[in-house]
């Protein structure tokens, strides 16, 4: 079943327009799974996920997205949903989107606001609800060829990924910390060869010390 739509601007991850919420109401994480559809749009927009259209996995479920001319078109399914039904869904809502004047697009400024284009997702959604109509087994049949040009990914990934990125993106900026002069390798050698004399200098002029003081109050004494 298609649970969540979302429509996002490529340019700047701007999230347009979102179909009705169709989360389980028993298990309504609804602001959880549209909060993972927004990151995986911005990650798209940043250029961190390059594929075109790709399938990820998350819980028992996957998102689906494809890029066309600018736009992404991301739907969240349960796990037993078709893929190929899927993206069919997604072409569809690319072809009426074509439909409209690509400016309006451009001109979008808040999140969400593209509502013009709910109505439209409302719609071709309640085409796929079925998988089991003539149409949609039509376009299950067509090819039943696996869609081997479609990556697939779990979240998980994703977020390790970005995790890393970031890590390295401190680290780069971190400002290099003057080495240590005891750190020196040079300075390290020459403690090793050094200490052991100026350890045997230190004590026997320690002990010729003491020998003196020793020597002059034995002579003092003795006058």
């Known amino acids: 079943m298609v649970e969540l739509t979302i429509i996002g601007r490529l340019a700047d991850g701007l999230p347009l327009a979102q179909g009705p919420r169709y989360v389980h109401k028993e298990n309504d994480n609804f602001i959880f799974y549209r909060q993972q559809a927004e990151f995986i749009l911005k990650e798209i927009s940043s250029g961190a996920l390059t594929p075109s259209k790709m399938t990820i996995?998350?819980?028992h479920h996957s998102f689906n997205y494809l890029v066309e001319n600018g736009v992404c078109f991301i739907t969240l399914c349960d796990s037993s949903y078709p893929r190929k039904l899927a993206f069919?869904?997604?072409q569809d809502l690319q072809k009426e989107l074509e439909k409209l004047d690509n400016a309006l697009i451009h001109?979008?400024?808040s999140p969400y606001t593209f509502h013009k284009f709910d109505g439209v997702i409302r719609n071709i959604r309640k085409q796929y609800v079925?998988?089991?109509t003539q149409a949609n087994l039509s376009k299950l049949n067509a090819s039943r060829q696996?869609?081997?040009d479609i990556i697939t990914q779990h979240i998980s990934e994703i977020l390790e990924r970005k995790r890393n990125?970031?890590?390295s993106e401190t680290a780069l900026a971190r400002p290099p910390t003057a080495p240590s002069i005891w750190g020196s390798p040079l300075l390290e050698l020459i403690a090793l060869k050094w200490t052991p004399i100026t350890?045997?200098?230190?004590v026997a002029s320690v002990l010729l010390w003491a020998s003196l003081i020793f020597t002059e109050d034995f002579i003092i004494s003795t006058i």
Not at 199 to 202: G, K, L, N, P
């Open 199 to 202: 350890i045997v200098v230190a």
């Open 107 to 109: 001109k979008i400024t």
């Open 165 to 167: 990125a970031e890590l």
């Open 130 to 132: 079925d998988t089991r």
């Open 146 to 148: 696996k869609d081997t």
């Open 57 to 59: 996995r998350i819980d």
């Open 88 to 90: 069919h869904y997604l």
